[in-house]
Protein backbone atom coordinates (compact mmCIF):
# COMPACT_ATOMS: atom_id res chain seq x y z
CA UNK A 1 0.00 0.00 0.00
CA UNK A 2 1.31 3.33 -1.32
CA UNK A 3 1.41 5.95 1.44
CA UNK A 4 2.03 9.58 0.24
CA UNK A 5 4.77 11.52 2.76
CA UNK A 6 3.27 14.85 3.18
CA UNK A 7 6.36 17.68 2.01
CA UNK A 8 6.87 18.67 5.50
CA UNK A 9 7.20 15.44 6.66
CA UNK A 10 9.78 14.15 3.89
CA UNK A 11 12.83 15.32 5.20
CA UNK A 12 12.31 15.38 8.97
CA UNK A 13 15.20 18.18 10.40
CA UNK A 14 16.69 18.18 13.28
CA UNK A 15 15.91 20.06 16.39
CA UNK A 16 18.66 22.69 15.48
CA UNK A 17 17.31 22.96 12.14
CA UNK A 18 13.49 23.13 12.97
CA UNK A 19 14.48 25.96 15.56
CA UNK A 20 16.21 27.81 13.24
CA UNK A 21 13.37 27.41 10.45
CA UNK A 22 10.00 26.31 11.81
CA UNK A 23 6.95 26.77 13.40
CA UNK A 24 6.81 25.93 17.10
CA UNK A 25 4.36 23.10 16.06
CA UNK A 26 6.91 21.44 13.80
CA UNK A 27 9.65 22.36 16.06
CA UNK A 28 8.01 20.68 19.03
CA UNK A 29 7.40 16.87 16.87
CA UNK A 30 11.13 16.40 17.02
CA UNK A 31 12.01 18.27 20.43
CA UNK A 32 11.92 16.03 23.47
CA UNK A 33 11.30 18.07 26.63
CA UNK A 34 14.26 18.43 28.89
CA UNK A 35 16.79 18.02 25.81
CA UNK A 36 17.19 21.41 25.59
CA UNK A 37 21.37 20.63 27.02
CA UNK A 38 21.98 18.03 24.63
CA UNK A 39 21.48 20.35 21.52
CA UNK A 40 24.77 22.14 21.13
CA UNK A 41 27.59 22.51 18.49
CA UNK A 42 31.23 22.30 18.18
CA UNK A 43 31.28 25.75 18.55
CA UNK A 44 28.39 26.07 21.31
CA UNK A 45 25.71 27.05 19.34
CA UNK A 46 22.40 25.82 21.04
CA UNK A 47 18.63 25.70 20.27
CA UNK A 48 18.48 28.98 21.55
CA UNK A 49 20.37 30.43 19.47
CA UNK A 50 19.26 29.12 16.84
CA UNK A 51 15.73 29.92 17.81
CA UNK A 52 16.67 33.56 18.12
CA UNK A 53 17.87 33.49 14.20
CA UNK A 54 14.50 32.24 13.02
CA UNK A 55 13.30 34.61 10.45
CA UNK A 56 9.82 35.27 11.29
CA UNK A 57 9.43 36.82 14.37
CA UNK A 58 6.34 34.93 15.62
CA UNK A 59 8.43 31.73 15.52
CA UNK A 60 11.49 33.20 16.91
CA UNK A 61 9.47 34.45 20.05
CA UNK A 62 7.58 30.97 20.52
CA UNK A 63 10.41 28.53 20.00
CA UNK A 64 12.62 30.77 22.11
CA UNK A 65 10.05 31.60 24.93
CA UNK A 66 9.52 27.41 25.06
CA UNK A 67 13.35 26.86 24.69
CA UNK A 68 13.73 29.55 28.10
CA UNK A 69 10.62 27.97 29.70
CA UNK A 70 12.77 24.69 29.62
CA UNK A 71 15.70 25.60 30.98
CA UNK A 72 17.79 27.09 27.78
CA UNK A 73 20.99 29.13 28.97
CA UNK A 74 20.55 32.51 28.05
CA UNK A 75 24.11 33.66 28.70
CA UNK A 76 25.96 30.69 26.02
CA UNK A 77 28.01 32.37 23.30
CA UNK A 78 28.69 31.12 20.02
CA UNK A 79 32.58 30.78 20.17
CA UNK A 80 34.57 31.86 18.21
CA UNK A 81 32.64 35.22 17.65
CA UNK A 82 31.13 35.48 20.56
CA UNK A 83 28.08 35.94 19.52
CA UNK A 84 25.36 36.39 22.35
CA UNK A 85 21.59 35.52 22.40
CA UNK A 86 21.04 39.33 22.44
CA UNK A 87 23.24 39.85 19.09
CA UNK A 88 21.08 37.16 17.17
CA UNK A 89 17.74 38.49 18.43
CA UNK A 90 19.10 41.79 17.24
CA UNK A 91 20.22 41.12 13.85
CA UNK A 92 17.25 40.54 12.05
CA UNK A 93 15.88 42.84 9.64
CA UNK A 94 12.10 41.66 10.25
CA UNK A 95 10.89 42.68 13.79
CA UNK A 96 8.21 42.75 16.15
CA UNK A 97 9.40 44.51 17.99
CA UNK A 98 6.06 44.53 20.77
CA UNK A 99 6.28 40.53 21.08
CA UNK A 100 10.04 40.14 20.87
CA UNK A 101 10.59 42.63 24.25
CA UNK A 102 9.35 40.34 26.61
CA UNK A 103 11.66 38.07 25.30
CA UNK A 104 14.42 40.32 25.24
CA UNK A 105 13.88 41.01 28.94
CA UNK A 106 13.97 37.48 29.59
CA UNK A 107 16.94 36.84 27.69
CA UNK A 108 18.49 39.72 30.19
CA UNK A 109 17.22 38.39 33.40
CA UNK A 110 18.48 35.43 32.45
CA UNK A 111 22.36 36.63 32.44
CA UNK A 112 22.47 37.44 28.97
CA UNK A 113 25.84 40.30 28.65
CA UNK A 114 24.53 43.13 26.53
CA UNK A 115 28.17 44.12 26.80
CA UNK A 116 29.95 41.31 25.35
CA UNK A 117 31.58 42.50 21.85
CA UNK A 118 31.24 40.36 19.12
CA UNK A 119 33.61 39.64 16.19
CA UNK A 120 33.31 40.10 12.77
CA UNK A 121 32.10 43.58 13.15
CA UNK A 122 29.15 43.45 14.94
CA UNK A 123 30.55 45.22 18.20
CA UNK A 124 27.84 45.18 21.50
CA UNK A 125 24.12 44.26 21.39
CA UNK A 126 23.55 47.75 21.00
CA UNK A 127 25.82 48.47 18.15
CA UNK A 128 24.53 45.21 16.14
CA UNK A 129 20.67 46.78 17.01
CA UNK A 130 21.45 50.53 15.74
CA UNK A 131 23.47 49.18 12.93
CA UNK A 132 19.89 48.13 11.32
CA UNK A 133 19.08 51.25 9.73
CA UNK A 134 15.98 50.05 7.93
CA UNK A 135 14.22 50.67 11.74
CA UNK A 136 13.43 54.24 13.12
CA UNK A 137 15.17 55.13 16.98
CA UNK A 138 11.07 55.63 17.26
CA UNK A 139 10.48 52.14 16.11
CA UNK A 140 13.27 50.34 18.21
CA UNK A 141 12.73 52.47 20.82
CA UNK A 142 11.00 49.78 23.45
CA UNK A 143 14.47 47.09 22.71
CA UNK A 144 16.41 49.99 23.96
CA UNK A 145 13.92 51.10 27.14
CA UNK A 146 15.10 47.57 28.22
CA UNK A 147 18.64 47.55 27.47
CA UNK A 148 19.03 51.16 29.33
CA UNK A 149 17.36 49.86 32.18
CA UNK A 150 20.21 47.53 33.02
CA UNK A 151 22.66 49.76 35.60
CA UNK A 152 25.98 48.47 33.45
CA UNK A 153 25.26 48.94 30.14
CA UNK A 154 28.42 49.98 28.61
CA UNK A 155 28.43 52.46 26.19
CA UNK A 156 32.51 53.46 26.51
CA UNK A 157 33.79 49.67 25.31
CA UNK A 158 35.59 49.70 21.99
CA UNK A 159 34.43 47.05 19.56
CA UNK A 160 36.91 45.66 17.04
CA UNK A 161 36.84 48.60 14.97
CA UNK A 162 38.08 50.56 18.10
CA UNK A 163 34.83 52.52 17.52
CA UNK A 164 32.74 52.69 21.41
CA UNK A 165 28.82 51.70 21.19
CA UNK A 166 28.51 55.67 21.77
CA UNK A 167 31.03 56.78 18.88
CA UNK A 168 29.02 54.31 16.41
CA UNK A 169 25.92 55.83 17.03
CA UNK A 170 27.08 59.63 16.61
CA UNK A 171 28.67 58.22 13.25
CA UNK A 172 25.34 57.31 12.05
CA UNK A 173 24.42 60.91 12.38
CA UNK A 174 20.63 61.61 11.93
CA UNK A 175 19.76 57.83 11.53
CA UNK A 176 20.56 56.98 15.08
CA UNK A 177 20.50 60.83 16.78
CA UNK A 178 18.33 60.18 19.04
CA UNK A 179 20.20 57.19 20.25
CA UNK A 180 23.50 58.56 20.45
CA UNK A 181 21.92 61.26 23.13
CA UNK A 182 20.24 58.86 25.23
CA UNK A 183 23.27 57.10 25.59
CA UNK A 184 24.66 60.45 26.54
CA UNK A 185 21.80 61.13 29.20
CA UNK A 186 22.46 57.15 30.09
CA UNK A 187 26.15 58.08 30.96
CA UNK A 188 25.73 61.17 32.78
CA UNK A 189 22.77 59.71 34.98
CA UNK A 190 25.84 57.51 36.10
CA UNK A 191 28.59 59.76 36.51
CA UNK A 192 30.47 58.66 33.14
CA UNK A 193 31.16 61.01 30.28
CA UNK A 194 31.45 60.40 27.00
CA UNK A 195 34.65 61.59 24.12
CA UNK A 196 34.02 64.66 23.47
CA UNK A 197 31.21 64.93 25.58
Known sequence: MFVETLPEEAEMPS????????TLDRF??????????????STGETLLHCAL????PENRVAIAMHLLDDNADPAALILPERYT???????HNVHDVEAEVPLL?????????ANIVAGRGWGTPLQTLASRLKFSDEELEPFYDVLF???DLDLLREGESGRSTLES?????NDRQKLAERM???????GQSGPDS
Not at 15 to 22: C, G, L, Q
Not at 32 to 37: F, L, R, T
Not at 85 to 91: K, N
Open 28 to 41: LRIYEPGSVGSWVS
Open 85 to 91: TLHLLFA
Open 53 to 56: QNGQ
Open 149 to 151: AQP
Open 169 to 173: ARLMA
Open 15 to 22: AMSAARRS
Open 184 to 190: EDYLHAH
Open 105 to 113: KRLISGGAD
